[in-house]
């Protein structure tokens, strides 16, 4: 068939278009009130390309390889093959399975499969979900106890999940015998066996611990240890993640009836984003596929950015490649612009021909700008700037970086520009004003500090809870107390102006805080009986020892806004965060912010992106740089002549005096 005669298939199939209309006529009369395209400006199935077709109409009896670009539409087209098939599927009882792995991931998945069949919920006997969830539904949770002896409560076999850095009392019971690594005797979920190289890996989610433990030879008698403390464990129901794998494997490879019998359940499996499978994962389904199950791996695999949990993408294309699947590719970019798409090509060293349809609105898609290594937190104001200047949304715009350490040098909350108690209030109200998701966390992280400075002067505090006082039990609560008042002085109309005088708003502030304080306090009943919040005072009287508040020093009649740093205003609408929280979304712009040096994790520093098309450091700066639509900013520091040079050659415009753009966002 060609294209034409696949589009009229399928939108027969799917919709009911009627053989004697086009697609386009079909959209503008019948589909204003069909649900799946009465939103759309055009017909959903006409809309698809050729190799997005073909994947469609590929068959279910055999194993395919999926090969996609960034942007190339694979979540849409995953929903409508898993449509198509399940409409027409007669293998009851068994199923359809599409395996992803977050939960967001597999809602979107459902939803557009749910579109495509006319259906609210796809259920019974299919199964849409995480990779997670459909091991340990259909194989761990009933069967594991086969593997373990756990002999279950109430003839409930099933397993308890243990975090794998768990330090719960009750897995002392469950600890080693002997020392390891001279770092104590380590509990049964802080550690899993391998079995891919043979060996036990110590994972606690302590680096320090673990290093020690895992660079020990075991001897015979260790691996004894080691084997008996996880059986004991396993045997009274518990296991972690790692563990219910490798009991999954076990099942499958030592079953050959249980395998069969599953691969007749799950006849079709799609795994969406097949780059972040394991080792061992991969062995699971490959079980199901020597009984009859067909798979299609759909992903990217220069999109593989979780080698610490054993992703690596070469086992993934070693695996398609040694069983013979089906390669089919998806090379039409619909997200980045072509010269975005370019650059992320040469970034990994693809062949591949990719076509990008969308035209970036930027005479300069592609940018880099260096700055000062101890002016990293002037970036996100600077491209602030940059993004009104050429007309892109911010709130669709993102500031990323490798770490969470960069992400706090780049956020007012732990920069340390707020220096004193007077603004980090009044920051706290002007980020809790915005309403942004990450504004308002870090105008919880200022807020907590402020009341329990003054509040809670002499308890130790929790700084990763808001710094909540050792007298206050509920982190949640906590939280919760913080956001009520927050609410409550952003409803005062002197308290939520910031645009008048120091000297106004902090006799303001004196007048109001400690019943906004005392209100919230009600809400909660006996929970926060015990807290008292006494007025705030410009000075105290003899005999006195109420908490101070008094106007900055030097600033009576400035502006309370003025004192916020440079940074503070891109702040409320521009995201900052890590490439890991980017994966799967489309940006309209994006600046990636190298790290200083290659201390701590060196794949976040910008020479490491580009010296080998294969390592993990590339496909982070590939990831993160197909993501935007229209602008890619990369921000490196200090960078050499020859290094921009290197830059050019890739496909950047280095911009001339960003040292001084910086500067003048800082003044202004």
């Given at each position: 068939m060609n294209r034409e005669e696949k589009t009229e298939y399928l939108a027969g199939f799917i919709c009911g278009k009627p053989s004697d209309v086009t697609p386009s006529e079909c959209h503008s009369s019948l589909g204003r009130t069909n649900p799946l395209c009465r939103e759309y400006e055009t017909c959903r199935i006409a809309e698809k390309s050729e190799e997005q077709l073909d994947y469609v109409l590929s068959s279910i009896e055999s194993c395919v390889f999926l090969k996609a670009c960034p942007g190339s539409g694979k979540t849409e087209v995953v929903g409508l093959k898993a449509a198509f098939e399940m409409m027409r599927w007669k293998?009851?009882?068994?199923?359809?399975?599409?395996?992803?792995?977050?939960?967001?991931?597999?809602?979107?998945?459902?939803?557009?499969?749910?579109?495509?069949?006319?259906?609210?919920?796809?259920?019974y006997p299919h199964f849409i979900g995480t990779i997670d969830s459909w091991l340990h539904g259909y194989i761990a949770h009933p069967f594991a106890h086969i593997v373990t002896g756990y002999d279950g409560k109430n003839e409930d076999h099933s397993i308890r999940v243990i975090d794998s850095a768990s330090q719960a009392d009750f897995l002392n019971a469950f600890k080693t015998?002997?020392?390891?690594?001279?770092?104590?005797?380590?509990?049964?979920?802080?550690?899993?066996?391998?079995?891919?190289?043979?060996?036990?890996?110590?994972?606690?989610?302590?680096?320090?611990?673990?290093?020690?433990?895992?660079?020990?030879?075991?001897?015979?008698?260790?691996?004894?240890?080691?084997?008996?403390?996880?059986?004991?464990?396993?045997?009274?129901?518990?296991?972690?993640?790692?563990?219910?794998?490798?009991?999954?494997?076990?099942?499958?490879?030592?079953?050959?009836?249980?395998?069969?019998?599953?691969?007749?359940?799950?006849?079709?499996?799609?795994?969406?984003?097949?780059?972040?499978?394991?080792?061992?994962?991969?062995?699971?389904?490959?079980?199901?596929?020597?009984?009859?199950?067909?798979?299609?791996?759909?992903?990217?695999?220069?999109?593989?950015?979780?080698?610490?949990?054993?992703?690596?993408?070469?086992?993934?294309?070693?695996?398609?490649q040694e069983k013979k699947f089906n390669i089919l590719p998806l090379s039409t970019n619909y997200r980045n612009c072509q010269p975005i798409a370019d650059l992320c090509t040469a970034l990994v060293g693809n062949t591949d021909n990719i076509t990008s349809i969308h035209v970036s609105t930027q005479e300069c898609p592609c940018v880099c700008v260096s700055f000062k290594k101890d002016e990293m937190m002037k970036l996100p104001g600077w491209f602030s700037g940059y993004l009104e200047q050429s007309g892109i949304d911010k709130q669709r715009s993102a500031v990323v970086t490798r770490s969470w350490a960069n992400v706090s040098r780049m956020r007012p909350a732990d920069s340390g520009q707020i220096r004193n108690y007077q603004e980090r209030l009044a920051i706290a109200v002007h980020l809790w004003k915005t309403g942004c998701r990450q504004a308002t966390e870090d105008a919880l992280k200022f807020f907590g500090r402020f009341v329990t400075e003054k509040f809670f002067p002499k308890q130790s505090t929790n700084a990763r809870e808001y710094y909540r006082p050792e007298s206050m039990d509920s982190a949640l609560t906590w939280r919760l107390f913080l956001a009520a008042t927050l609410c409550k002085c952003c409803q005062d109309a002197r308290l939520s102006n910031l645009e008048q005088s120091w000297t106004d708003w902090t006799q303001a502030t004196r007048d109001r805080m400690h019943e906004h304080l005392s209100k919230s306090v009600s809400i909660f009943g006996a929970t926060l009986s015990d807290c008292v919040f006494p007025p705030l005072v410009a000075r105290n009287k003899t005999g006195e020892s109420l908490p101070l508040f008094s106007t900055p020093r030097g600033k009576r009649n400035n502006q309370v806004l003025r004192a916020f740093p440079s940074n503070s205003s891109a702040h409320e609408q521009l995201r900052i965060t890590t490439i890991h929280n980017v994966k799967g979304e489309t940006l309209e712009a994006l600046m990636l912010v190298s790290s200083l040096d290659t201390r701590g994790t060196s794949d976040g520093y910008w020479t490491m992106w580009l010296d080998n098309p294969a390592s993990e450091a590339t496909r982070l700066a590939y990831v993160a740089s197909s993501r935007p639509r229209q602008l890619l900013v990369w921000a490196i520091p200090d960078p050499s002549e020859a290094e921009l040079d290197r830059l050019i050659q890739l496909g950047f415009h280095v911009l001339t005096a960003p040292e001084a753009a910086l500067q003048e966002t800082n003044v202004s």
């Open positions: 293998k009851t009882p068994g199923g359809i399975a599409v395996l992803t792995f977050t939960n967001n991931a597999a809602k979107v998945i459902e939803k557009r499969a749910g579109q495509f069949a006319g259906a609210k919920k796809i259920g015998r002997y020392v390891f690594g001279q770092t104590g005797k380590p509990a049964a979920n802080h550690y899993y066996f391998d079995t891919q190289t043979g060996k036990y890996i110590f994972a606690s989610g302590t680096q320090r611990i673990d290093g020690a433990r895992n660079s020990e030879t075991l001897e015979k008698w260790q691996v004894t240890d080691l084997e008996k403390t996880k059986m004991r464990f396993e045997k009274a129901g518990f296991a972690t993640y790692q563990d219910i794998e490798r009991i999954c494997f076990e099942l499958l490879s030592d079953n050959a009836r249980f395998a069969l019998l599953l691969s007749r359940r799950f006849p079709f499996i799609v795994i969406d984003e097949c780059q972040d499978l394991s080792w061992r994962q991969i062995q699971i389904l490959d079980e199901l596929r020597l009984q009859g199950t067909a798979l299609h791996c759909v992903g990217d695999l220069n999109q593989a950015i979780y080698e610490f949990k054993k992703v690596l993408p070469e086992k993934v294309e070693e695996y398609t």
